[in-house]
């Protein structure tokens, strides 16, 4: 169980404070990972990743199951693109025939 604490720097209360200093409070150059492109630094890989895919790369994989001609960067993002746009998320209709 952890305990809400204050961060000593900025004040704020976190549940994991020992993460939000590692990645608010650090240089990326002290962090583990750093962008290739940019320096940016990260606290874990698939920060690093996420960030390459969608900023240097510009992947779009995720795109929208309605037909639009939209790709997102990510899942969440392409789901709230469907709820807003659409009204809700694509649902896939399977037909089951039970004969």
């Known amino acids: 169980v ?5 961060c000593p720097i900025c004040g704020e209360i976190f549940k994991t404070l020992r993460v939000h200093l590692n990645t608010v409070h650090k240089m990326d150059s002290e962090k583990k990972y750093q962008c290739q492109d940019c320096g940016k630094g990260f606290y874990d890989r698939s920060k690093l990743e996420s960030h ?3 900023i ?13 001609d939209i790709g997102y960067n990510d899942v969440s993002n392409r789901n709230s693109h469907e709820k807003k746009k659409h009204g809700g998320l694509f649902a896939q209709i399977v037909k089951i025939d039970l004969e």
Request: aromatic fraction near 4%; proline fraction near 5%.
């Open 2 to 6: 952890h305990m809400a604490r204050q």
């Open 52 to 54: 390459r895919m969608s």
């Open 56 to 68: 240097h790369i510009k992947s779009r994989p995720h795109r929208c199951r309605y037909g639009c």
